[in-house]
């Protein structure tokens, strides 16, 4: 039982290059999220998804955009990078009704130079 | 006002203090109250969590919510140097709807444990 787990563990890009950054749990979670963590800014949402075929934005999804095709994975795509985007980003999972225990995973750090 | 305000700190006590940490938030829909604990350069784990107002123990930790004031706590016994890390509380409402899986997170308090 792996948990969650995310690749690459850092990444560096230039400004407009793209990327994808994984996330895969073994947990049969429903609900899955990404998360990025910024100095003096604490953790803010991304998108999350609560089921396969199913996803919606948090509070910062400008740039990013993200699918679910299975119960297990949720990518998170950068189109085009900027250098705001540098940051950790963190993707988390659980079961339905029992958000109060998320799983985290490692995190993949991201420079955008 | 954001809605989950903690203070960032840093916070450095000496090994076997008592450590309080705090967290006041503005929305009175938040009924789950987590506190998570992350170590330099690694992701947040659960620490304890608490549905409504009231207290909960788990060994050196315990974890105070009162609704009323909007404002929770957690407290640390007999600190030790491994307890020196990150500490995020973070908070969800009830309902239905994806909307409500969500955690809002307060910023983190960093501790140092001394030897």
């Known amino acids: 039982n792996a948990g969650v787990t995310q690749t690459p563990k850092f990444q560096v890009l230039k400004t407009g290059q793209s990327m994808t950054l994984q996330c895969a749990q073994d947990?049969?979670?429903?609900?899955m999220s990404w998360y990025r963590q910024d100095p003096g800014m604490g953790l803010r949402l991304i998108h999350y998804?609560?089921?396969?075929?199913?996803?919606d934005q948090g509070e910062v999804p400008n740039g990013y955009n993200v699918s679910r095709s299975t119960t297990e994975d949720f990518p998170l795509r950068l189109l085009s990078a900027a250098p705001s985007q540098t940051s950790v980003y963190f993707c988390?999972?659980?079961?339905?009704?029992?958000?109060?225990?998320?799983?985290f995973g490692p995190g993949t750090r991201l420079l955008v130079l | 006002q954001k809605e989950v305000e903690q203070d960032p700190g840093p916070l450095s006590v000496p090994e076997g203090a008592i450590v309080s940490l705090n967290c006041t938030y503005s929305?009175?829909?938040?009924?789950?109250f987590m506190w998570y604990r992350q170590y330099s350069r690694k992701g947040p784990e659960l620490l304890m969590y608490?549905?409504?107002?009231g207290n909960k123990e788990d060994g050196r930790f315990t974890a105070q919510v009162d609704k009323s004031s909007k404002y929770i706590s957690l407290f640390i016994r007999d600190s030790q140097p491994s307890d020196s890390a990150t500490y995020l509380c973070?908070?969800?409402?009830?309902?239905?709807?994806?909307?409500?899986?969500?955690?809002?997170f307060g910023k983190g308090t960093l501790l140092t444990v001394n030897p």
């Open positions: 998804s609560v089921g396969a075929g199913i996803t």
């Open positions: 608490t549905y409504s107002s």
């Open positions: 988390a999972s659980s079961l339905i009704g029992s958000q109060e225990t998320q799983y």
């Open positions: 947990m049969n979670h429903e609900y």
């Open positions: 973070a908070m969800s409402a009830r309902g239905s709807g994806g909307s409500n899986y969500k955690l809002t």
């Open positions: 929305n009175s829909a938040f009924q789950y």
